[in-house]
């Protein structure tokens, strides 16, 4: 999505109304790309669980940075969330991952009933509708919907569980007057300043 601006349109404690008014906004873009990206951080071993049944192929790794006591060098992760038990998991948590596609027959909505407590993202990318009259053109790069979970920021690096909020993303320099009319279109309002997306 490059550096968006990203407008927040909607806050919520409810996960799946987030997602409905996203799926809403998803079908406002004139052209919707097939990619879905998808990120969050895993709290406890039953969000490992829960993620590693649906994305068992995504990479990863610890949600914050490790070092080895010894020799300083950085610890990465290296379990099978497959196969690695409980113990063993519980250790090494927080994790987190980010993947630009959800692989055939995964869902977004599976990947969002299986987020934790921690932080997280869903977000489709496209083009808005070309609405010269009203001085709005599509920005194919930048242009899209993002739900970030257990979050009030784009970057969904604050976690604050239970808050759940929606953005819209137009152009590198912004589109208020888009944004307000998507917001609108949800039953929303533009939530404070834009962000970067």
């Known amino acids: 999505m490059g550096n968006s601006v990203a407008y927040p349109v909607l806050r919520t404690a409810d996960p799946a109304e987030a997602y409905e008014k996203a799926r ?4 406002l873009l004139a052209t919707r790309y097939a990619q879905v990206y ?3 951080e895993l709290r406890t071993v039953a969000d490992v669980r829960r993620m590693a049944g649906l994305l068992p192929d995504a ?9 080895d006591p010894v020799t300083g ?20 948590v927080p994790l987190d991952f980010v993947r630009e596609e959800l692989p055939d027959g995964v869902r977004d909505e599976d990947f969002v009933r299986a987020v934790g407590a ?10 808005w509708p070309d609405e010269p009259e009203l001085g709005s053109f599509p920005s194919p790069k930048y ?3 993002q739900l970030v979970l257990n979050s009030d920021h784009c970057e969904w690096d604050r976690g604050v569980p239970g808050v759940h ?6 152009t590198k320099h912004g589109d208020p007057g888009r944004a307000e009319r998507l917001a609108a279109a949800i039953g929303g309002a533009v939530l404070g300043e834009p962000e970067q997306g």
Do not use: K, M
């Open 143 to 145: 242009d899209g919907v």
């Open 118 to 127: 921690g932080p997280a993202s869903v977000r489709w990318e496209g083009c």
């Open 38 to 40: 998808v990120g969050a």
């Open 59 to 67: 990479i990863y790794d610890h949600a914050e940075i490790r070092r």
């Open 165 to 170: 909020t929606l953005y819209v993303h137009v």
């Open 24 to 27: 809403h906004l998803c079908a």
């Open 73 to 92: 060098a950085y610890v990465y992760f290296g379990l099978d969330v497959r196969t690695a038990s409980d113990a063993e998991l519980a250790a090494e």
